[in-house]
Structures are given as structure tokens and as C-alpha cells.
């Protein structure tokens, strides 16, 4: 299984390590929002792959962590809630009809503010993912296979595309933003880590309701996947979603 952060190319044995690497790369303050707990500034590490790690500080210390992907928008979110540490959110199509629901890491958390549906792109970090060749050849894998089947009977297998968000049926008030997700590769291409000089693969996949991009740890995944192949497994999920990034003034500030 690969850390999420190994699916951008960022895989570090310890948060000293990390803080290395984001030392080295370019820091964009993104936003910044009053809470109850004071002054939230939001700060975007960008490396040229396009891996990102969002900070959040407070009063100089971090207190979030985001990992995820510079990519376009990929789907249309609707009915933003804030779950503890995660947000929900309904998928909607072009109808602005519900497709399905994901509870997700949402890089710009703390500036929900009863925002109406938004476009954000979607970033699934594969952390326990396999690679078919096909739709065919996924419906004939154990991947596919849905629950347990009773004794002398075929399994209920999934779909090629497939999207099953764990954290909405955990009943948690803060859900974990992990789904399984399935789909077919649209588009692929690997990436180097300017400065841990690691490697990872960026797909473009659709998946039900919305176009999603995979990354996925080269370490784990020695071959780039094929467009046409399908990519089914656990992921972490990140949106971002830019239009909701807010500039409260600072305290003190006429």
C-alpha cells in the first residue's frame, strides 16, 4: 500500500523530511479566513510535476495538510457540507440532477460558506489500486467482486465504472474522504518530483459522474497505465475547488 503522499512523488520517512522538501519549493499564500480559533492562512507548495501540499497556519503553526494535484476540474459538487475534518457533497450532472455523493478532503474546508454548487477538480490518490487491461478483463478479476456471494452462486461485480464512498456509510460525524473508486483511463502520463526526484503517474479517469485524476506511486506501479485500461481500488479523496478560496482581512485591518 502507498502513502498518499508517495502518489505525488513525496514519500518521506518522517514530517522533518517533508518540511525539507516543501522548504524548496515555491509558497503562494491562497487564503485566508477568521475562524473561532483565530487567523487561518492557507499556503500552496507547488512543485513544477504539479504536486502540491497546501498548509494551513495559524498563529505560525500548521494546522492542516493537504496533499494533492494542480489538474483541471473534473466535477460539478453541489450541497457542500463541513463533516469534521472532511466535507460531503452531491455530484451533479449537467442537469444538476444528483449522481452520487463523496465525502472528500476538501482543500478549501474552512471557506465553505453555504456555497452553491461549484466545479472543482478531484484528485484520487491511489493508495491500494490495480490496473486491467480492460473493462473485460476488471469484470472477470476479484476487483470487481461485490460482498460475498452465497454457495453456488455467481458475485455481484461491480461495474468498469464504479465509485463507492466509505465515509458516508460509516456513520461518523467526521467521515474518512476514502472511496473505492473504478474506471477507465482517459488519458496518462508520468511525472518526476523536482526535488525528492521520485516518480508517479497522473490518469485522467471517468468514473461515475465525474472525470477524476488518479495518481499513482511508480514505486507501486512500475508500468504507466494504458489509455482503455482500467484502474479500480481504495483512494484518498482531494478536491479542490478554487473559486471558494476567500481574503478575510486580517484582524486590526480597517
Do not use: I, K, N
Not at 132 to 143: E, I, K, L, P, W
Request: some cysteine; aromatic content about 4%.
Amino acid at each position: 500500500m502507498a502513502s498518499t503522499l508517495a502518489c505525488l512523488g513525496m514519500h518521506v520517512d518522517d514530517l522533518d523530511r517533508l518540511g525539507d522538501v516543501l522548504d524548496q519549493l515555491p509558497a503562494d499564500l491562497v487564503g485566508r479566513v477568521a475562524t473561532d480559533e483565530g487567523v487561518v492562512e492557507s499556503v500552496r507548495h507547488r512543485d513544477d510535476s504539479g504536486a502540491c501540499v497546501v498548509l494551513a497556519r495559524l498563529d505560525g503553526g500548521v494546522v492542516d495538510l493537504v496533499p494533492t494535484f494542480e489538474s483541471d476540474r473534473g466535477a460539478r459538487l453541489g450541497g457542500l457540507g463541513v463533516a469534521g475534518e472532511a466535507v460531503v457533497a452531491d455530484v451533479l450532472d449537467d442537469d444538476g440532477e444528483t449522481v452520487t455523493r463523496l465525502a472528500c478532503d476538501l482543500v478549501q474546508r474552512r471557506h465553505v460558506r453555504d456555497a452553491g454548487p461549484v466545479d472543482a477538480a478531484v484528485v484520487a490518490l491511489g493508495v491500494e489500486v490495480g490496473v486491467h487491461a480492460d473493462a473485460a478483463a476488471f469484470a472477470a478479476s476479484d476487483d470487481s467482486v461485490l460482498g460475498e456471494p452465497e454457495p453456488g452462486e455467481e458475485p455481484m461485480r461491480l461495474t468498469a465504472q464504479s465509485f463507492v464512498s466509505y465515509g458516508l456509510f460509516s456513520g461518523d460525524a467526521d467521515p474518512e474522504p476514502t472511496a473505492f473508486l473504478a474506471g477507465e483511463v482517459l488519458a496518462a502520463e508520468s511525472r518526476t518530483h523536482a526535488v525528492t526526484g521520485q516518480s508517479f503517474h497522473v490518469l485522467q479517469v471517468e468514473t461515475v459522474g465525474f472525470t477524476a485524476t488518479v495518481c499513482l506511486a511508480a514505486s507501486e506501479h512500475p508500468t504507466l497505465p494504458a489509455p482503455g485500461s482500467v484502474v479500480a481500488g481504495v483512494c484518498y479523496l482531494v478536491a479542490d475547488a478554487p473559486d471558494l478560496w476567500s481574503f478575510e482581512p486580517q484582524p486590526g485591518s480597517p
